[in-house]
């Protein structure tokens, strides 16, 4: 699969979403991000929404497999909230800065 093909995948999987909530910022990263994916590599999708419940999680777990059921392999979503990003720990790990540099917008 082509990096253009993954950056389809990856804004079909953002349109998505965008019709079920609040999108505040979506990127690539991992390796389809950085063009050194192997064939059988997951696409990782950084979301970032406003609120968070355990519907939407699932409903946008359901998405990413519907995505990439479609394109025959595994979107992997790691949904956070702005509020997570801004005030929690969360903002130093070690996954969130690594995204933030290395992570392609859509």
């Known amino acids: 699969m082509t990096v253009t093909a993954d950056r389809q995948a990856a804004l079909e999987f953002k349109r ?5 909530t609040t999108v505040l910022d979506v990127r690539m990263f991992g390796s389809r991000a950085r063009e050194d994916a192997a064939p059988d590599s997951d696409l ?3 979301v970032e929404v406003d609120a968070l419940t355990p519907e939407l999680q ?3 777990d359901e998405i990413a497999w519907e ?4 394109r025959d392999f595994i ?3 790691v949904v956070v909230t702005r509020d997570e990003l801004q005030h929690g ?4 790990s070690p996954l969130i800065l690594n995204i933030e540099r290395e992570g392609v917008s859509l």
């Open 16 to 20: 998505r979403l965008e019709e079920i």
């Open 44 to 46: 990782d999708v950084f």
């Open 58 to 60: 699932h409903r946008i």
């Open 67 to 70: 995505v990439g059921f479609e």
């Open 75 to 77: 979107i992997c979503p």
């Open 89 to 92: 720990p969360l903002r130093a």
